[in-house]
């Protein structure tokens, strides 16, 4: 491998901040690597393809370096991989920002029965790596509410986040509204996707991709799985209604591990500690595709084959309901939150 770059120019106005960069080219494939170490200690490595490379052409060597998803065997994988791919565009380098924010100040929590609405398979208040990798679609809601700061939501889908013996095992990524993933940054009404390693850091822009937003109607897929022979987590997220799609992988940060015993598809009360953030109003949210991959035998299972499935409704402290997802669909991995209402 070549070095391309060897660490970033913090002087510069358009270099990102607080971390160190080096790009690596791997020279058979043109695929170059872009490593960037955070202030927490975290690795994150972005793969770029170079400007020609086509997915549904490329060999599974080059898909499993890049983090795309394995192109699947049988029917009807196949051919849901090949329409996803046939959207596809390929990215470029992210500019990255780190908060540097320190993760003794700085926490999520994970009390999903107050704060959570959705969808979880598995057995609570367990550890296991049973499942390994999380998918799902949601098309991106319009939200009544005003951004001002108070008022946020996010949507995601996860892996260990229902585990109250070690509330620091959730991996996540999905999309968050109204909230700056950008230290100083003022909260925009947007949404903008990010990833977490719930309670040791503040949620970052995805992949580094600070600048990425999304638009309501738009379809968003999500793959996530997380490798314990690396101790990485490998983030894919696509726009399937722009083509835009980003890829990573990072190496958790001090203070986390892993607990695959469960995976959600979520949508969040955000809160901060014990300090909540009004739920916006973002009307209906619907999860499609909603699947988990067992570590046991590389298998996608949906949500209604698993004996352990449950959901969680929002509940509030005082008892009223903040959002209630609406039961399966008849294909098992489908379903749709509702706001309810907002204040706490």
């Known amino acids: 491998m070549g070095t391309l770059e060897a660490h970033a120019d913090s002087a510069s106005p358009d270099s990102p901040q607080n971390y160190v960069v080096e790009a690596q080219e791997l020279t058979d494939s043109g695929i170059v690597i872009y490593k960037y170490q955070y202030s927490d200690g975290s690795m994150m490595e972005v793969p770029v393809p170079p400007s020609e490379f086509d997915p549904l052409a490329a060999s599974d060597s080059e898909l499993k370096i890049l983090g795309i998803p394995e192109r699947p065997s049988v029917e009807p994988d196949l051919m849901e991989?090949?329409?996803?791919?046939?959207t596809y565009s390929n990215p470029t380098a992210p500019k990255v920002h780190d908060t540097g924010v320190s993760s003794a100040t700085a926490k999520y929590g994970t009390m999903w029965g107050k704060s959570w609405g959705g969808y979880f398979v598995g057995a609570k208040q367990t550890i296991s790596s049973k499942y390994v990798a999380v998918k799902g679609n949601f098309v991106v809601p319009y939200v009544a509410s005003a951004c001002d700061g108070q008022r946020r939501v996010a949507a995601w889908v996860g892996l260990g986040g229902v585990d109250e013996v070690n509330t620091s095992s959730l991996v996540q990524q999905g999309m968050g509204w109204c909230n700056p993933l950008v230290d100083g940054n003022t909260p925009l009404p947007l949404w903008q996707p990010f990833t977490e390693f719930a309670e040791t850091e503040m949620p970052k822009g995805f992949c580094g991709y600070t600048d990425w937003y999304f638009s309501p109607g738009d379809v968003i897929y999500n793959n996530m799985s997380y490798q314990q022979s690396t101790n990485k987590a490998y983030f894919y997220m696509q726009n399937q209604t722009t083509g835009v799609v980003h890829f990573c992988n990072i190496t958790h940060p001090?203070?986390?591990?892993?607990?695959?015993?469960?995976?959600e598809w979520i949508v969040e009360q955000l809160h901060i500690g014990n300090d909540y953030f009004?739920?916006?109003?973002?009307?209906?949210?619907?999860?499609?595709n909603a699947q988990a991959e067992l570590g046991s035998n590389s298998t996608w299972v949906t949500i209604a084959s698993q004996a352990e499935t449950k959901f969680v409704t929002g509940i509030q402290e005082i008892g009223s309901f903040t959002q209630v997802p609406t039961l399966l669909g008849a294909n098992g991995m489908s379903f749709t939150m509702n706001w309810i209402k907002g204040s706490y």
Not at 81 to 86: D, Q, R, S
């Open 278 to 288: 009004y739920l916006a109003n973002y009307g209906s949210l619907t999860f499609t």
């Open 81 to 86: 991989w090949e329409a996803l791919m046939a």
């Open 254 to 263: 001090q203070g986390w591990t892993f607990n695959g015993a469960t995976a």
